[in-house]
């Protein structure tokens, strides 16, 4: 498992949740989302890609609308994946999002790394994916570029969204890693990846967790969120006293 993941800065973990216990987190993210005022965050670069309109629903901070996902994040089934991914027993959050590609026309995100956004000093930051409904090809699924991580921080270009030049990394040569309902996908922060249009007759609802190594200390003062230090597991060895 973790060799994989070294290797290739990706694992997909087959059936993390259970497929009823999945459904009823896909539930509670729509129950979520349709109490919050509508927000589309797609880039306008994913539109380009898309070649048309599209839409993507969101939510930063899951946890803190619902306890639900704040039991998710400290459930040891994740945690113990986390920590033996990116070699150190304490977890530490640094922020959560809920992710929904409506049916026939869910936004694609163009090849990035999220190092981008948040860069840090010893690269542990890993992100897990949560799907919560099945994600083949046709929902847009998430696609990766493996052993990219090895390659360390790109330049990435800023054209309606924070990505890499598509003209020389398009989504479509990335390897999609399509998924089952319960599955997990972690990824490292530094591994390309985008993903697709949802083009089916279905939604595709996912829960995004960025975990880290409690000593991976940021490098600039960017991308707060209101749940960013919380350990998920063990303990901060950097804690102020």
């Known amino acids: 498992m973790t060799r994989f993941y070294r290797d290739h800065g990706y694992l997909l973990v087959r059936g993390l949740l259970g497929k009823d216990e999945a459904r009823g987190y896909r539930e509670e993210c729509h129950a979520v989302l349709s109490r ?17 309109a599209t839409e993507l629903r969101h939510c930063h901070d899951a946890q803190f609308h619902s306890a639900a996902f704040a039991r998710l994040i400290l459930d040891p089934r994740f945690t113990d994946v986390a920590a033996a991914l990116i070699g150190s027993p304490n977890v530490q959050l640094h922020h959560t999002k809920i992710f929904v590609k409506p049916a026939g026309k869910g936004s694609p995100f163009p090849l990035h790394q999220d190092a981008a956004h948040f860069p840090h000093t010893r690269h ?20 990766v570029v493996p052993g990219s991580h090895k390659h360390g921080p790109l330049p990435h270009v800023e054209e309606g969204g924070w990505h890499l030049p598509p003209e020389r990394w398009p989504l ?27 083009r089916s007759g279905e939604a595709r609802t996912t829960l995004l967790v960025q975990f880290r190594d409690p000593e991976d200390r940021p490098a600039d003062d960017v991308h707060h969120s209101r749940g960013q230090g919380m350990m998920l597991r063990g303990f901060d060895p950097l804690a102020e006293r």
């Open 36 to 52: 919050l005022r509508p927000y589309d965050p797609t880039w306008g670069s994913a539109r380009r890609l898309a070649g048309g």
């Open 172 to 198: 479509e040569d990335a390897v999609p890693v399509e998924a089952e309902v319960g599955d997990v996908l972690f990824l490292s922060y530094l591994t390309v990846h985008g993903s697709g249009v949802n």
């Open 124 to 143: 542990t930051v890993a992100a897990a994916v949560f799907h919560f409904d099945d994600a083949p090809e046709e929902k847009g699924c998430v696609r």
